[in-house]
Nanobody, 127 residues
Framework: QVQLVESGGGSVQAGGSLRLSCATS????????MGWFRQAPGKEREAVAS???????????DYVDSVKGRFTISRDTANDTLYLQMVSLKPEDTAMYYC?????????????????WGQGTQVTVSS
């Protein structure tokens, strides 16, 4: 049973920083992807950043254009934890952020391809 548990959300002013964490338990697979999605009130859930894991293959991380240069996704394999470092936060980054995992390496760009979801952590950025 795969479980994803997010933490690290909160309220910050514009220009501030937060680091989200996603603790992972259970075996996902040999080749898979993990990522962060977000959903603002009244909007659809969107992919924010993803990382691909496939044995010795190395793939570049993926980011939605609106967060490029401000957000960094990373993974600590020793602690089975996924991170999202967010700097220069803007009010439009306000949303519930979800950790996700999919059993296909290139599946973390689409909500419909996600196999596992965390419960979400709220990020609120005030102007």
């Amino acid at each position: 049973q795969v479980q994803l548990v997010e933490s690290g959300g909160g309220s910050v002013q514009a220009g501030g920083s937060l680091r989200l964490s996603c603790a992972t338990s259970g075996y996902i697979g040999y080749a898979y992807c993990m990522g962060w999605f977000r959903q603002a009130p009244g909007k659809e859930r969107e992919a924010v950043a993803s990382i691909r894991i496939s044995g010795s293959e190395v793939y570049p991380n993926d980011y939605v254009d609106s967060v490029k240069g401000r957000f960094t996704i990373s993974r600590d394999t020793a602690n089975d934890t996924l991170y999202l470092q967010m700097v220069s936060l803007k009010p439009e980054d306000t949303a519930m952020y979800y950790c996700a995992a999919a059993l296909l390496v290139f599946a973390c760009e689409s909500v419909g391809n996600v196999d596992y979801w965390g419960q979400g952590t709220q990020v609120t950025v005030s102007s």
